[in-house]
């Protein structure tokens, strides 16, 4: 069964790099989908971020292009997302996920609170 | 960019209740779209895909309809385990846009 986990800093600073990683088991990511990063403000909607194929072709939301970046690494079967430039705005829960157009495999999620 | 808006943005209802939660997107997504369930302190949980695909595992009280602009989901008969928020989402476009959000709450 495959499962999703993010893992990362709780807390960044502003200004600073938010950086989290997602681990994936029960299925390797060169196997199809693409996969995603997903985010949530506390008591607010959703957002989607970026997706990535294990090829290396990427999809970033176009609100959040210039300050993303997302990548993989097949050996390790994980996926990686960087922002930078943090502000208060970019608290959010954090999510990874599976993508086939829509988002079918969740991680639980991570609260990222950027606060100096 | 396209925009989903749902109606209503909370809806109070019954256990036993038929309810309806409507999706309108800006512009025809043909049936690109998708509904999810959330609950407190947890991820998202898809429900439905393409329109009207039901997800494997998810209860068959739960059905979408609809294409173009207008969609629907629909919960024929509500349990206590359905009361969360839901959201649609568009997947034609590349920026894979979502709803605002409907609170189903006793």
């Known amino acids: 069964q495959m499962q999703l986990q993010e893992s990362g800093p709780g807390l960044v600073k502003p200004s600073e790099t938010l950086s989290l990683k997602c681990s994936v088991s029960g299925y390797s990511i060169t196997d199809g989908y693409f996969w995603a990063w997903i985010r949530q403000p506390p008591g607010k909607g959703l957002e989607w971020i970026a997706s990535?194929?294990?090829?290396?072709?990427?999809y970033y939301n176009p609100s959040l292009r210039s300050r993303v970046s997302i990548s993989v690494d097949t050996s390790k079967n994980q996926i990686f997302l960087k922002l930078n430039s943090v502000t208060a705005p970019d608290t959010a829960f954090y999510y990874c996920?599976?993508?086939?157009?829509?988002?079918?495999?969740w991680g639980r999620g991570i609260l990222v609170t950027v606060s100096s | 960019d396209i925009q989903l808006t749902q109606s209503p943005s909370t809806l109070s209802a019954s256990v036993g209740d038929r309810v309806t939660i409507t999706c309108r997107a800006s512009e025809s997504i043909v049936t690109w779209l998708a509904w999810y369930q959330q609950k407190p302190g947890r991820a998202p949980k898809l429900l439905i895909y393409r329109a009207s695909t039901l997800e494997t595992g998810v209860p068959s009280r739960f059905s979408g309809s609809g294409s173009g602009t207008e969609f629907t989901l629909t919960i024929s008969s509500l349990q206590p385990d359905d009361f969360a928020t839901y959201y649609c989402?568009?997947?034609?476009?590349?920026?894979?846009?979502f709803g605002q959000g409907t609170k189903l709450e006793i």
């Open positions: 990535i194929y294990h090829s290396g072709t990427t």
């Open positions: 996920a599976t993508q086939g157009g829509h988002f079918g495999t």
């Open positions: 989402q568009e997947f034609k476009t590349y920026s894979y846009t």
